[in-house]
């Protein structure tokens, strides 16, 4: 009998290590409207008591510059294996219980969200660090570009920046 | 070898075509494979100046090895978000 026990109880405490190692992530592409809900529901966890969506749209005026939409494009294969890597990074940097990131690409309009980033974690401070550090390393490393339409029919790539480095750098 | 390099935004429209076809010494490097491209394509010597590569969905440096089963890919500096 100990031995069926011993038994149930490593398979109960194997299931327990399988669930903290296999977090599903979501992580997505998309051409559509972003499903920021959905995105926010995916981090839900009993564990957390503070949930961090940010959410970027496509802003109407910068400085004098009237833009009347933004159009992305990707590398798609290598945007999702960075986009997973971002959020491994961020899991072992905070004591974040899930994080999620959708981007969209193709035109998006003035008001719409291009990406969107939640982060749950026990208490408020990690979510708020974990999705802001998110967004900035997603801005610098992801091979996701932009395009500024604006409204004198004037069109350009939005290549500023520094180069990226090796390795993704680890700041 | 025979490599077929990814290229986008403004480097993609530059070459009309999201790739560039380039012929390579074997054992070629990142460096070897920008100078190759710039000869092919000289409109884009000043982007490849500023933009990064990538091989099989990793940035690379100068000194990286090229094979012919690679994904290389030209990455000009990012604006996603």
Redesign the interface.
């Known amino acids: 009998m100990t031995g069926t026990y011993g038994l149930v109880e490593r398979a109960i405490r194997h299931c327990q290590i399988l669930e903290t190692v296999l977090v599903e992530t979501m992580i997505s592409i998309v051409t559509e409207k972003l499903d920021t809900q959905k995105l926010l529901e995916s981090v839900s966890s009993p564990k957390s008591g503070a949930s961090v969506l940010f959410v970027g749209t496509t802003r109407q005026f910068t400085g004098q510059r009237e833009t009347t939409f933004l159009s992305y494009e990707c590398y798609r294969e290598m945007a999702i294996v960075k986009l997973q890597e971002l959020c491994d990074r961020a899991q072992e940097k905070w004591p974040i219980e899930k994080c999620g990131i959708v981007h969209r690409i193709g035109e998006v309009a003035i008001e719409e969200a291009s990406v969107a980033v939640a982060v749950s974690s026990p208490h408020r401070e990690e979510a708020f660090q974990a999705a802001e550090w998110l967004m900035e390393r997603l801005k610098q490393e992801v091979p996701i570009w932009k395009k500024e339409h604006g409204v004198d029919g004037g069109q350009h790539w939005v290549h500023e920046g520094s180069v990226i480095e090796p390795q993704g750098g680890s700041a | 070898m025979k490599v077929r390099l990814?290229v986008?935004?403004?480097a993609?429209?530059i070459v009309g075509l999201g790739y560039v076809d380039l012929e390579l010494t074997d054992g070629a490097r990142v460096c070897d494979l920008k100078t190759a491209l710039v000869q092919c394509v000289p409109e884009l010597r000043a982007?490849v100046g500023?933009?990064?590569f990538?091989i099989d969905?990793?940035?690379?440096?100068d000194s990286?090895a090229i094979s012919e089963a690679c994904?290389v890919?030209m990455?000009?500096?990012?604006?996603?978000?």
């Not at chain 2, 990455?75 to 978000?81: E, K, M, T």
Request: charged fraction near 25%; aromatic fraction near 8%; avoid cysteine.
């Open positions: 990814k986008f935004a403004a993609k429209e982007l500023r933009s990064a990538a969905q990793r940035y690379a440096s990286d994904e890919a990455i000009p500096p990012v604006s996603g978000g």
